[in-house]
């Protein structure tokens, strides 16, 4: 009989999973899955987004840019804004601390479907720049920004945290959903806090409760079924830190919620799909060898004698090299 009850359970729970991936668009973009991959600095470039949408992300972002930096035009803003027709749908996560940048940005961005305003970034090179979560201040000036995007006809998101040194959460949603936006991505930390302490999901279902617009929920989504409790606060889920060297994880959080049964990454996938991440780095021309070995650092765990491959792997010094290395693990 409890053999029953699960199956009844599952069956029940993945047809309710299934009727949000059909109904769930944010502005002009259906979402194929409630999995999200999140903008991460020295993270998601075209070939890493690319890689978690073969394994189950419906959307992925640039990592954050400033938009100083994007209307300076700079080589390495320019690698970092690259995608191709293979990298849909895709978001562009922009910020800075003037709606006048917002308004000269506008040409630079029209190949993206979505701008995602970053108000959560707590690094202090952002935040002194009156960036990133410093924004949480001043959520009139984030609404600025979204009426600015939403008059030249983008799909608008806003990324927010609970606040920044007081949880404000609710008062500072609302301002974004009635300036227009999209949809709202909840990480359910205060901009102080970090990692150690656990993301607040309450406060991801009380904006729920209170807003009209699609919820997106971040914070500590590493597994199927933390990924399961999350789409009970919200409508999708964003996944950062448990996707760096685990593009996998989309792939096996979505088994879950159609069988409830978790699904672990082999050392095999892993390692293949670090070997087909170099590919995709040489094939779109966005090779950092630094960045890449702190990347493949991620990759290069979890496994017996790992650590002993990881320091090897650091030695290496072309992309080559790198490809060779890997395949011989395999």
Not at 199 to 206: G, P, S, Y
Not at 244 to 271: M, S, V
């Amino acid at each position: 009989m409890e053999n029953i009850i699960k199956k009844l359970f599952v069956k029940s729970y993945k047809h309710l999973i299934s009727l949000k991936w059909m109904t769930l668009h944010i502005g002009k973009i259906k979402l194929s899955s409630p999995l999200l991959l999140a903008p991460m600095v020295d993270v998601t470039d075209i070939a890493y987004r690319i890689l978690c949408r073969k394994y189950g992300a419906s959307l992925a972002y640039t990592e954050m840019l400033n938009i100083g930096a994007i209307l300076h035009e700079n080589e390495k803003t320019k690698r970092m804004l690259i995608t191709s027709s293979e990298d849909r749908p895709l978001g562009i996560q922009i910020t800075a601390p003037k709606v006048d940048d917002f308004k000269k940005v506008i040409p630079y961005i029209k190949e993206y479907d979505l701008v995602d305003i970053n108000c959560g970034c707590p690094s202090i090179r952002i935040t002194d720049n009156a960036s990133g979560s410093y924004l949480l201040k001043t959520p009139l000036k984030i609404a600025s920004y979204i009426k600015v995007l939403k008059s030249s006809g983008y799909s608008v998101t806003a990324k927010i945290r609970l606040g920044y040194k007081k949880n404000n959460v609710l008062k500072i949603a609302k301002i974004i959903e009635k300036a227009g936006a999209d949809a709202i991505t909840i990480h359910a930390r205060l901009s102080h806090e970090s990692y150690k302490t656990p993301a607040d999901w309450l406060w991801i279902k009380e904006v729920k409760k209170a807003l009209k617009i699609p919820v997106i929920g971040n914070g500590d989504v590493n597994s199927g079924e933390s990924a399961k409790k999350m789409l009970e606060c919200a409508d999708a889920v964003m996944i950062a830190r448990a996707a760096i060297g685990n593009p996998l994880i989309f792939r096996n959080i979505l088994h879950y919620l159609k069988t409830g049964q978790e699904l672990q990454t082999t050392k095999h996938e892993r390692l293949n799909s670090f070997l087909e991440y170099l590919q995709l780095a040489e094939k779109h021309k966005v090779i950092e060898l630094p960045r890449i070995k702190s990347l493949g650092g991620y990759f290069l765990s979890d496994f017996p004698n790992s650590s002993k491959a990881r320091a090897s792997f650091m030695q290496l010094k072309t992309l080559d090299e790198m490809k060779k290395f890997i395949k011989k693990l395999i």
